[in-house]
T-cell receptor, first 110, second 112 residues
Framework: EDQVTQSPEALRLQEGESSSLNCSYT??????LFWYRQDPGKGPEFLFTLYSAGEEKEKERLKATLTKKESFLHITAPKPEDSATYLC???????????FGTGTLLAVQP | DTEVTQTPKHLVMGMTNKKSLKCEQHMGHRAMYWYKQKAKKPPELMFV???????INESVPSRFSPECPNSSLLNLHLHALQPEDSALYLCASSQDMGGEEFFGPGTRLTVL
């Protein structure tokens, strides 16, 4: 059965304290892995798409990486405005539907 | 234009009311989606339209009725909803099914 697991469920960081969020997946025929950021009461904001193991993408303080079993979202020197829920999702060729993980709630304290 | 818009932002309705949610995108995307999201849960897929035709219905109760009038618009008609249907309803679009999905801001629905 296709499954996406995110850890930790919640993470509290001090401003400037770098860390990583994990997204592990079991899916046959991975088509793409997607990272989203969601602020409370708002729609998810697209961050990155990764397609193959070894691929990396960066945007400001965020860097996403992909292996055959998991993806990491690295946050370097976070700021309070990085506080949000980060969602990971995958698609596989047969269904083309996003399969979401349960998210990581990140809080960055000044 | 690189955004998905949704109206209304908030909606309160009784169990006997009929209302509609609207979604619009002008990115030329051919796939459009409706999701339901409960607090502290990920979005849950309801319907997918591809090239204006219903492609996926995730066994959604018939009190939710989707409509795709044209390639830019997506509606969700609501009738005889239950209090447990209260949630954030999200619309999304992508170039094609399986591609990067871009979400709208959502409609916060409360059923009394």
């Amino acid at each position: 059965e296709d499954q996406v697991t995110q850890s930790p469920e919640a993470l509290r960081l001090q401003e400037g304290e770098s860390s990583s969020l994990n997204c592990s997946y079991t899916v046959s025929g991975l088509r793409g892995l997607f990272w989203y950021r969601q602020d409370p009461g708002k729609g998810p904001e697209f961050l990155f798409t990764l397609y193959s193991a070894g691929e990396e993408k960066e945007k400001e303080r965020l860097k996403a990486t992909l292996t055959k079993k998991e993806s990491f979202l690295h946050i370097t020197a976070p700021k309070p405005e990085d506080s949000a829920t980060y969602l990971c999702a995958v698609t596989r060729g047969a269904t083309n539907k996003l399969i979401f993980g349960t998210g990581t709630l990140l809080a960055v304290q000044p | 234009d690189t955004e998905v818009t949704q109206t209304p932002k908030h909606l309160v309705m009784g169990m006997t009311n009929k209302k509609s949610l609207k979604c619009e995108q002008h990115m030329g995307h051919r796939a459009m989606y409706w999701y339901k999201q409960k607090a502290k849960k990920p979005p849950e897929l309801m319907f997918v339209y591809s090239y204006e035709k219903l492609s996926i219905n995730e066994s959604v109760p018939s009190r939710f009725s989707p409509e795709c009038p044209n390639s830019s618009l997506l509606n969700l008609h609501l009738h005889a909803l239950q209090p447990e249907d209260s949630a954030l309803y999200l619309c999304a679009s992508s170039q094609d099914m399986g591609g990067e999905e871009f979400f709208g801001p959502g409609t916060r629905l409360t059923v009394l």
